[in-house]
């Protein structure tokens, strides 16, 4: 199978674990060549993992302040532009914080995520409610918030209308069906998504949202995750700016903005280009100049809703080995597990090891495991490594994203701290790891105390 598609489908393109685990987790490292860099030192880690307890959850505040500047800059040729950062990816107060103070904005789904961006002093159009089979309570928060709603289905208006009213400003999700490509690649099936409208429903909706009192307009769309492919982000811009020229022909809408949401990834493996987010941002507006200038709607906005490529490559899943078993295999096993990082189990996705302790010297071919009752709790299958003890501090890359929150309680196991390492080198913890008595908390007719 071909590798780039390997690296841009995943998770997608290949949703079974069962399948997948033999193609992205066993993809072997070579030691010395290729490897990721951790952001810290062995040493200062050293410094850590003696004050916070592993497992834990790294983030590099510097990395992520630099990646979210190198994005406006990228797309300071757009006066409107705005990033609002997918807080499902990395939803902690203290990340958001230090988002909200290099300018982005939020995307939120859930009533959760709209409290916590809230209670953050987000407000107004700084936040984006992007949801589906939305509940009728968090469209009125939503509303109360000033959010920007993004309706995801036709039958929404009717219902927004019902249980909140109709914002003067709306936003709807496009799904264009069929095959999404690039090139000679198949970049996934929209089709297949739950998401968004069709084209005629997307119409039809802006000209029922106009008549209810709608006056400012937009339109979204994400049409393939994790792409490692400075072509996505242009290609999809095109399709959208065409799409808003026949909104205009069709209802007379001039859109405010242009949601290219999601889809720009990382390379999870050690080697091979990372995305260029300044070729991507011109790749954009060449695309808005050929089409939207010469159609009279040069004053269209550009956002963005980046959760995977502004904070994954930050973030760093801190483990220690604590067993060694050999039966069939040579098994290293950590005491992280699929709660503290779901996406090698869910998707057979790839994440580079690195032990910290032993970055060089002879190596052995290992399954690096947790603790759960599952066989797909599995860092790595058949992953070549140094020759690990028990004791060595591991370090799991790229998990600044869709780690910590796709966490889960199987086995009851608790979900781990995370620790922010501050530009001034200092670390603090930003989340401490559960205990008992949280797990317990909501239990009804049960007293932890006896």
Not at 182 to 199: N, Q, R
Not at 326 to 350: E, I, K
């Amino acid at each position: 199978m071909d590798k780039t598609i390997v690296e841009i489908m995943e998770p997608i393109f290949f949703p079974s674990p069962a399948y997948t685990c033999g193609i992205m987790l066993s993809v072997k490292e070579k030691v010395g060549a290729c490897m990721k860099t951790p952001f810290i030192s062995r040493e200062r880690l050293a410094e850590l993992t003696a004050q916070f307890p592993t497992p834990f959850h790294l983030y590099d505040e510097k990395g992520i302040r630099a990646r979210a500047r190198a994005l406006h800059e990228a797309f300071a040729w757009n006066p409107g532009f705005k990033e609002y950062f997918a807080v499902k990816a990395t939803p902690n107060p203290a990340i958001l914080k230090i988002l909200k103070e290099e300018g982005c904005g939020v995307d939120c789904a859930s009533y959760v995520e709209l409290l916590m961006s809230q209670k953050l002093g987000f407000a107004g159009d700084e936040i984006m409610f992007s949801s589906n089979n939305t509940p009728a309570e968090e469209f009125r928060l939503a509303r109360e918030l000033g959010a920007t709603i993004n309706l995801d289905a036709y039958e929404d208006v009717a219902f927004l209308k019902e249980v909140a009213g109709i914002p003067k400003v709306i936003s709807c999700r496009y799904n264009p069906g069929g095959v999404f490509e690039l090139g000679t690649s198949i970049m996934d099936h929209p089709e297949e998504a739950k998401f968004g409208m069709t084209k005629a429903q997307l119409i039809q909706a802006f000209k029922d949202l106009k008549e209810l009192g709608a006056e400012k307009f937009g339109i979204h769309a994400l049409l393939a995750s994790n792409t490692v492919s400075n072509a996505y982000y242009p290609a999809l811009a095109r399709q959208l700016f065409e799409l808003a020229v026949e909104i205009l022909e069709a209802t007379g809408i001039k859109l405010d903005f242009i949601n290219l949401s999601g889809g720009v990834g990382v390379n999870y493996q050690p080697d091979g280009e990372e995305n260029d987010i300044a070729v991507i941002g011109q790749g954009v507006r060449q695309a808005y100049e050929d089409i939207l200038t010469p159609a009279g709607l040069g004053q269209v906005k550009i956002f963005t809703e980046l959760g995977r490529f502004m904070l994954a490559p930050f973030g760093l899943l801190v483990t220690k080995v604590t067993h060694k078993k050999q039966t069939y295999r040579t098994y290293l096993g950590v005491d992280a597990s699929a709660v503290n990082l779901l996406r090698p189990a869910m998707y057979g996705a790839y994440h580079h090891i690195t032990n910290m302790d032993r970055p060089e010297g002879p190596t052995e071919i290992v399954d690096v495991v947790g603790s759960l009752c599952e066989n797909n709790d599995k860092f790595a299958i058949q992953r070549e490594l140094p020759v690990s003890q028990i004791g060595d501090t591991l370090v799991i890359h790229d998990t600044g994203a869709h780690g910590f929150s796709m966490g889960y309680q199987y086995n009851a196991k608790l979900r781990s701290s995370e620790i922010l390492l501050e530009e001034n080198g200092q670390a603090r913890m930003i989340r401490r790891a559960e205990r008992p008595e949280d797990y317990f908390e909501t239990l009804y007719g049960f007293d932890f105390e006896k």
